[in-house]
């Protein structure tokens, strides 16, 4: 079947730290892989996205790499703001596009 | 904005009373679908609809139905609520079936039942 595991959190870093989350998956064929961002009291936003092997998809700094070899799609940013505090969650999406499979979430904090 | 409204946005109730949470989209997209979001859990698709009196069930379907009589509205419903079905429940759109097409989200819902 189709899942998604991601990196356990919290994640606490400081201003302009690197951030890496990593995020793998299991699926039959070929999925789409995404990742949202979910800001307290507010629903998930598309953040990226990747559509087929070797794809990097990239946004506001962050960016994510297809890698089917590996079945990854870790998310990183080089120099993470106070305002990147916010849950994470990786997701891919099926063969017939009609399901979505969701990872667990990770929640970073960045301080000053 | 993708143009999704939820209502309410907070409900509390008792259990064994009647819940209806309302999805709203301006984008006229043919797929609609109602999440929950446990902690620990990520989010779960309860149910899911591909047209106008086209439903489906997902991964955590039980003590749920869902209704869509106009492109513009997808309604959950939980006939008799229970304290495990309180949580922050979203509703999400999708121009088509297609593979590399995101998922929109709304605000949420968040519901708790006493």
């Known amino acids: 079947g189709n899942s998604v595991t991601q990196m356990e959190g919290p994640v606490t870093l400081s201003e302009e730290a690197f951030l890496t989350i990593n995020c793998t998956y299991t699926?039959?064929?070929?999925?789409?892989l995404f990742w949202y961002v979910q800001y307290p009291g507010e629903g998930l936003q598309l953040l990226l996205k990747?559509?087929?092997?070797?794809d990097k998809g990239s946004n506001k700094g962050f960016e994510a790499t297809y890698r089917k070899e590996t079945t990854s799609f870790h998310l990183e940013k080089g120099s993470v703001q106070v305002s990147d505090s916010a849950v994470y969650f990786c997701a891919l999406s099926d063969n017939t596009g009609n399901q979505f499979y969701f990872g667990t979430g990770t929640s970073l904090t960045v301080i000053p | 904005d993708a143009g999704i409204t939820q209502s309410p946005r907070h409900k509390v109730t008792e259990t064994g009373t009647p819940v209806t949470l309302r999805c709203h989209q301006t984008e006229n997209h043919r797929y609609m679908y109602w999440y929950r979001q446990d902690p620990g859990h990520g989010l779960r698709l309860i149910h899911y609809?591909?047209?106008?009196?086209?439903?489906d069930k997902g991964e955590v379907s039980d003590g749920y139905s869902v209704s869509r009589s106009k492109t513009e509205d997808f309604l959950l419903t939980l006939e008799s609520a229970t304290s495990s079905q309180t949580s922050v429940y979203f509703c999400?759109?999708?121009?088509?079936?297609?593979?590399?097409?995101?998922?929109?989200f709304g605000d949420g819902t968040r519901l708790s039942i006493l």
């Open positions: 999400a759109i999708s121009e088509s079936e297609r593979p590399n097409q995101p998922q929109h």
């Open positions: 609809s591909y047209g106008v009196k086209d439903t």
């Open positions: 990747a559509t087929k092997a070797d």
């Open positions: 699926a039959t064929g070929y999925p789409s």
